[in-house]
């Protein structure tokens, strides 16, 4: 069951408002870093998974560093603790004004895309008189055996460096004084949960970086990435993912040489189960073909993945755990004034009245953080399992 629980008597908070288990956050980070500790591996949070303050404080003080893919998420980090020499910084369309930031920060390496990106840190380097370190991101054309939208290390991928422009890129590498080439990046892709995948991606990269050490390029760095899955279907059964099996798949199949480091961006699989979204229900009804619906006030404003990507997330009627309920088909469908609004289809589900308190589970990761304002909805509010209340909504008299 849920671990946001009704007691008799209870009064639930306002919905919609997402729910943080912190024990469970904790003991996830301690799972994830004595695994990767036993390989010497380092984790950097990708914080693009969840940013809520609270969170971010159990990580740092868990000793991660921070993967960003914003500069705006550099800032975010360093505000909130994270060493700069624990921060790296990817992403696609890096702005000047975020290089500029970052490099003025001192972050730990830029993990870069593209040729022009790495001319133009060059140029701001020189403009600030500083070297930085720079990991090229590599695409390695692996299929993660995930959804398209979430698998970015393919050849047709808006992401990375691909294998034609290797050779350009250190022929015009030497060139550039401002930048030390001390590593390589690579991703593949999010919620991947068969380890043949990182298997594949490890005996990539030993073929990827015997070439560039064939070229004279010292490897110091290695980044493999995040994209370690979580199990949507049954939160419980798994609540902390296999961090054990994802390490040492590394570890049997990644060559290294002497003094090599590896990184790791993980981000879902730290903080997906540890969250949950909480929703009423604001009313049932069936259309005249016969289908049930249940509306809840929470919608995609709250939670857009399944909209976004179709993704399921387990949904439980926690008012209804203690009643021997009929169930039957039903569709669980938000407010927003669009059809794809819609949280699950056709699932078998208790009989639901309004008022009803209902769970939408594994929403740690890419719920909150994902939140928008359409239909000029407020931000939910986060509360967590200690007690501590993030967020208010300024609309709260509504």
């Keep these: 069951m849920s671990r946001y629980t009704l007691q008799p008597g209870m009064i639930v908070p306002q919905t919609p408002f997402y729910y943080c288990d912190i024990d469970l956050l904790q003991r996830t980070l301690q799972t994830a870093t004595t695994e990767a500790a036993r390989y010497g591996y380092q984790i950097h949070y990708a914080m693009k998974a969840n940013a809520e303050p609270h969170i971010l404080y159990e990580i740092q003080q868990a000793g991660l560093g921070a993967d960003c893919v914003s500069g705006y998420e550099v800032e975010c980090a360093i505000e909130n603790g994270f060493h700069p020499s624990k921060i790296v910084f990817a992403g696609v369309g890096k702005s000047d004004r975020e290089i500029e930031y970052a490099i003025r920060q001192g972050i730990f390496a830029f993990n870069c895309e593209s040729l022009q990106e790495l001319e133009v840190i060059n140029e701001l380097a020189g403009r600030l008189g500083k070297q930085v370190n720079v990991a090229l991101r590599i695409n390695p054309d692996v ?39 001390f590593g390589l990046h690579f991703h593949i892709g999010s919620q991947i949960r068969e380890l ?7 005996g990539k990269v030993n073929e990827i970086a015997a070439w560039f050490t064939s070229k004279g390029v010292e490897l110091r760095h290695l980044n493999m990435g995040g994209g370690l899955g979580i199990d949507y279907n049954d939160p419980d059964g798994e609540p902390i993912p296999d961090f054990a099996g994802y390490f040492r798949t590394f570890h049997e199949n990644l060559r290294l040489t002497p003094g090599q480091t590896v990184h790791f961006e993980l981000g879902r699989s730290i903080v997906a189960q540890c969250g949950e979204l909480i929703t009423r229900v604001l009313y049932t009804k069936t259309t005249a073909g016969g289908a049930h619906f249940v509306i809840t006030d929470a919608g995609m404003t709250e939670l857009i993945r399944p909209a976004l990507y179709s993704a399921r997330h387990k949904i439980e ?41 209902l769970s939408i589970r594994s929403t740690g990761a890419y719920g909150s953080i994902m939140a928008s304002h359409y239909n000029m909805r407020p931000t939910a509010p986060s509360r967590f399992s200690d007690g501590t209340i993030w967020g208010q909504s300024n609309l709260a008299e509504l």
């Design 143 to 181: 299929r993660p055996h995930t959804h398209h939208y979430i698998s970015t290390g393919q050849s047709e991928s808006k992401f990375g460096i691909s294998y034609a422009e290797i050779d350009a890129a250190l022929a015009e590498l030497h060139a550039m004084k401002n930048i030390r080439i």
């Design 196 to 202: 043949e995948s990182f298997a594949e991606l490890a």
């Design 317 to 357: 009627n926690l008012t209804a755990a203690a009643e021997r309920r009929p169930i039957g088909l039903c569709s669980i469908a938000g407010p927003i004034c669009e059809s794809s609004d819609i949280f699950a289809r056709d699932i078998e589900f208790p009989e639901s009245h309004r008022g009803d308190i």
